[in-house]
């Protein structure tokens, strides 16, 4: 991987001498795909063992707080396996986008093209076994970058989606609240450990340690994605804008490969940052239900100890959970359109740099 990123690096600076900006533009987006693939691995490599400890954390919680059965359950699953379905979309997408440079590869082999055109220690176009050579090793190396760039957006998005799961549980758990009316509590009259109320506060305690461990999942997520994330916006509004420039610049007839490899290529970036946006999202849209459920739950006829403590809770939860780059940008649409929109600027400022 590393000569590989070293061979495409010196590529990168011969052609910002003599190349063209359509040409600079499309190595400047592997170039920067490459430099993403290598800090991901970095990450995944010195976080593997604290990844490990946070999926431990999020089995211990599930075990530990294991509310009524049926429709819980059932929620929790269907969030896992639409998550799984899209994890599994992405994949087959990425390597799609693989197989397209493969394709425009072979429509110019007599040529002797290869994947992506790069420097090398020797002439692979002057002998069969060298371009063959390059060829195989170039295919490894995609698929390298493959495995690396999905398996890390993966780790996001399963982590946000497992953390929506636990939410929707607190918040089903929540509403089940309403059958077991606390209007008989008032006409008990009997020791407070016996009565309904004492197993209400228990319910309302169990409640409010489950949300507190929530945001403590949350905050490790903020705290070990921020990078990966800070990486994947800078790579995406870079590639994003250039795949948008070179569709506009190649020719649909002449360079038709080039035109779809490209277009697929762009639409990938555009799905590899809006999962972690859209599942960011939806944590918090997730978080802000807890609140009116609270409010909406049976505690009118409640007992004042227990309303107290119901107020601490809502006051705990007025504020969104979200997760957090560097604890300043929140990942979310909202973040997602910044993105767009830095992308569509650059994209302005190189056509009209081309068309000057």
């Known amino acids: 991987m590393g000569s590989a990123t070293f ?7 011969e052609t910002i001498q003599s190349g063209t900006i359509q040409e600079i533009s499309y190595v400047t987006n592997l170039l920067f795909t490459f430099y993403g693939s290598v800090l991901k691995s970095f990450w995944l490599l010195k976080n593997f063992q604290k990844i490990k400890e946070m999926l431990n954390d999020l089995k211990i919680i599930t075990k530990v707080h294991k509310f009524n059965e049926g429709e819980k359950k059932c929620l929790k699953h269907l969030r896992i396996d639409r998550v799984v379905k899209v994890v599994k979309i992405y994949f087959s ?3 799609v986008t693989g197989l397209m440079g493969t394709l425009n590869a072979l429509i110019k082999y007599n040529e002797k093209e290869i994947m ?3 420097w090398w220690f020797f002439d692979y176009k002057a002998s069969i076994i060298h371009y063959w050579t390059i060829f195989i090793y170039q295919h490894l190396f995609l698929a390298y970058i493959v495995v690396i760039a999905c398996s890390t957006e993966s780790i996001l998005i399963l982590f946000m989606n497992t ?3 636990l939410i929707d549980d607190l918040i089903v758990e929540i509403k089940l609240w ?13 020791f407070f450990k016996n ?4 197993h209400a506060l228990k319910k309302l305690e169990i409640a409010m340690e489950y949300h507190l461990k929530i945001k403590k999942i949350v905050e490790d997520i903020s705290k070990h994605i921020s990078f990966v994330f800070f990486v994947q916006t800078f790579i995406s509004s870079i ?4 795949s948008v420039f070179l569709m506009t610049v190649l020719s649909q007839k002449h360079e038709t490969s080039d035109f779809f490899r490209t277009a697929v290529f762009g639409c990938l970036m555009t799905f590899q940052i809006f999962l972690p946006c859209y599942y960011g999202n939806e944590l918090s849209v997730a978080s802000d239900k807890i609140l009116s459920t609270l409010f909406h739950s049976d505690w009118v006829s409640s007992s004042q100890k227990y309303k107290n403590s119901l107020k601490i809770f ?15 940008v929140n990942i979310d649409f909202e973040t997602y359109t910044t993105i767009m929109n830095a992308a569509y600027s650059l994209y302005a400022l190189m056509n009209k740099i081309n068309q000057k």
Do not use: W
């Open 7 to 13: 061979c495409y690096t010196i590529f990168f600076i």
């Open 93 to 95: 997408a990425a390597f």
């Open 116 to 118: 992506f055109e790069t």
């Open 163 to 165: 953390t929506t799961a």
């Open 178 to 190: 309403k059958h077991n009316p606390i209007k008989k509590i008032l006409r008990q009259k009997v």
């Open 195 to 198: 009565s309904q109320d004492y």
């Open 239 to 242: 590639v994003i804008c250039g």
């Open 314 to 328: 809502l006051e705990n939860t007025k504020r969104t959970i979200k997760v957090r780059s560097f604890k300043i």
